[in-house]
């Protein structure tokens, strides 16, 4: 069964910290993307990947940065926690975005306090 | 409003009913896409219908795609209270890098 992995499904973290949210994909699929998701908002994307150590910024990238050293993993990193960014974050690959649908992760819920 | 916004926002039907839902979505599209959320976890792909296809089937499931209109609607057909859950559609747009996921419509099927 293919799937996207999250390393954590729940995280609590100080204001400050500085945060590794880890997915990993076991489907050769090129593209990869994090979201996160709040109530009333839908889901946003952060940012996403097309390849190996590439890396595009989707529509809400402040606070955040990417890792994909290698195809089938990719991380964000909340590089100094706040209270804002405590919401649902949501890994996802795809093979190809005009043709197939996205496989996502089970979500981890961070909570910043 | 959004691209790929669901209506209603919210659904309550028995078990046995059918539950439709509706998304309207502002540019021209690749394909549109219709997934499933239990509660606090990832979603689930369903279906993706593309531009040029009107209507698909998957079970229980039948997604209609009108790009005159730019809408599609999702039926769920005999509902089970296993199908309580959130549905969010999602358009891939013709130009554009990225697949735009709408706020969803929260379904509860009552047993």
């Known amino acids: 069964d293919v799937k996207v992995t999250q390393s954590s499904r729940y995280l609590v973290k100080r204001t400050g910290e500085k945060v590794f949210l880890e997915c990993v994909q076991d489907m050769d699929h090129e593209n990869m993307f994090w979201y996160r998701q709040d109530p009333g908002l839908g889901l946003r994307l952060i940012y996403f990947s097309y390849d190996v150590k590439m890396k595009e910024k989707g529509d809400i990238p402040e606070g955040y940065s990417v890792s994909r050293e290698k195809k089938e993993r990719f991380s964000l990193i909340l590089e100094s926690a706040s209270t804002n960014q405590t919401s649902m974050y949501l890994c996802a690959s795809n093979r190809d975005r005009k043709n197939y649908g996205y496989t996502f992760g089970s979500g981890t819920r961070l909570t910043v306090v | 409003s959004q691209q790929g916004e669901e209506d209603p926002q919210a659904l309550s039907i028995q078990e046995g009913e059918n539950a439709t839902m509706n998304c309207s979505y502002k540019?021209?599209?690749?394909?549109l896409q219709w997934y499933r959320q239990n509660s606090g976890r990832g979603l689930v792909h369903l279906i993706l219908i593309r531009s040029n296809e009107r209507e698909k089937h998957s079970g229980r499931l039948r997604v209609t795609l009108d790009t005159s209109k730019k809408s599609s609607s999702l039926l769920i057909t005999a509902s089970r209270a296993a199908d309580t859950a959130s549905y969010f559609c999602a358009t891939d747009s013709t130009g554009g890098f990225k697949t735009i996921f709408g706020a969803g419509t929260r379904l509860f099927v009552k047993a």
């Open positions: 540019t021209s599209i690749n394909n």
